[in-house]
């Protein structure tokens, strides 16, 4: 079932060109990361952001089956999309679709630092997703991002520190590569900033 939906993403061109294999073995390396630095932990709450056609979070959602899962889309055929995907999967009861801007749901107090994990995978650039994530996470959690191949210290600037992330570990997990983030303070009040500014005017 998950692959057929996967293919059909693709086929409606909510996800890249790669082999559907290839886009597996990327979530098994989002999959891998969380375990990691969950430790024990056997449930919590993740939030997807840009989850277009669904990788990595529908084979996340399969593999954690005690946590749950909060996707955002801003378009409303892809929100659409996963909405039928998360029905059609029957784990509805732990993942809600939510089609708006990041931005304005990282202001809401229904989401505000709730999160113990924020995955990206081609969200934006470093400072748009560390913008558009810190205030979605709980505090000393954190932010998993899956990184463009031999790209390191995309993370290293000053400017970082007013999100509160701190760069904890790189990774190369598989084919994949994946930079992980902690919020180790307290992200300025001012941000994220109204949606499309991140993106407009990054903070690097």
Known sequence: MLIEILDKAQKLNFLGNAPITDHVKNANGFLEA??????????????????????????????????????LERKQKRAEFLTQAIRALDVSERVEVVCDEVENVARSM?????????????????????????????????L???????????????N???????????????ISSFQVLQLTNQPSDKLPRRPGIPRKRPLW
């Open 34 to 71: 969380i375990r990691t630095f969950s430790k024990d932990n056997q449930y919590g709450n993740i939030i997807d952001i840009g989850s277009g056609g669904g990788v990595p979070a529908l084979i996340l959602i399969e593999k954690l089956e005690n946590w749950s899962f909060v996707l």
């Open 110 to 142: 229904d989401y505000m630092y709730t999160a113990d994990f924020v995955t990206a995978r081609a969200f934006g650039p470093p400072a748009v997703t560390a913008e558009c994530a810190c205030r979605l996470l709980k505090r000393n959690k954190f």
């Open 144 to 158: 998993v991002v899956s990184e463009p191949p031999n790209s390191e210290n995309r993370w290293v600037d000053g």
């Open 160 to 174: 970082l520190a007013s999100t509160g992330l701190s760069a904890v570990k790189y990774l190369k997990l598989g």
